[in-house]
């Protein structure tokens, strides 16, 4: 298993400004991935976070609104740029281990952002 | 686009009763997994399934996956007031790596 830590754990901002959120493993993992849920709801990809190379994003999310980035292979930062009240969610970084033949996601304990 | 549809979005039931979700794929699966997360949690692994018409049970848990890799279903037998939370099923389609999408979630409440 992996264990993942996230910083802050919450936080409240103005709309137009920024936050980064960080996504640290206690080991080196190949697949990352950033999820937002909103409240009450399901969790929706963002992107895969690569190492060494631009993220991949999914289907209405872009690199502007949400820059990723990942130096290594412990650790990526997730920024919510320019944001309004619409981006209060709770946003959750996870990793992909492979143990038993299963490739289960380990999930982070989520960023709960509230946008005013 | 890919879609994972599950069934029902909530479910109330009292200790001892069963329960089901359902989840259905608009396009056929490489696999899919369950999470369950409780209230003010994170998502957790409890399964994945491979194979057409594969079944696994954990204890009081049934996890179904269709013959055509299009849907899946858990079954709780007996519930007990620790069920309680929210059931994702999450489905990974081929050409997406290690990507899921997730169903809607089925939240279970038991009373006592």
């Known amino acids: 298993s992996a264990v993942i830590s996230q910083k802050p754990s919450r936080d409240i901002c103005q709309r137009g400004t920024s936050l980064t959120i960080q996504c640290q493993v206690d080991?080196?993992?190949?697949?990352m991935f950033w999820y937002r849920q909103q409240p009450g709801q399901s969790l929706t990809l963002i992107a895969t976070?690569?190492?060494?190379?631009?993220?991949?994003?999914e289907s209405g999310f872009v690199i502007d609104k949400f820059p990723i980035s990942r130096p290594n292979l412990t650790f990526s930062t997730l920024t919510v740029s320019n944001m309004s009240p619409e981006d209060s969610s709770i946003y959750l970084c996870?990793?992909?281990?492979?143990?038993?033949?299963?490739?289960?996601?380990?999930f982070g304990p989520g960023t709960r952002l509230t946008v005013l | 686009g890919q879609q994972v549809m599950q069934i029902p979005q909530y479910q109330h039931v009292q200790e001892g009763e069963d329960f089901t979700t359902y989840c259905n794929s608009s396009?056929?699966?490489?696999?899919i997994q369950w999470y369950k997360q409780r209230p003010g949690g994170h998502p957790v692994f409890l399964i994945q399934?491979?194979?057409?018409?594969e079944v696994k049970k954990q204890k009081r848990l049934t996890f179904q996956f269709g013959e055509a890799k299009k849907n899946s279903s858990l079954h709780i037998t007996a519930t007990q007031t620790t069920d309680v939370g929210t059931y994702f099923c999450?489905?990974?389609?081929?050409?997406?790596?290690?990507?899921?999408?997730f169903g809607k979630g089925t939240s279970l409440l038991v009373t006592p």
């Open positions: 399934l491979v194979k057409s018409g």
């Open positions: 396009t056929t699966l490489s696999n």
């Open positions: 080991s080196q993992v190949t697949m």
């Open positions: 999450a489905g990974s389609h081929s050409n997406s790596g290690y990507a899921l999408n």
């Open positions: 976070a690569n190492q060494g190379s631009e993220a991949t994003y």
């Open positions: 996870s990793v992909v281990g492979v143990a038993g033949g299963y490739n289960e996601q380990f």
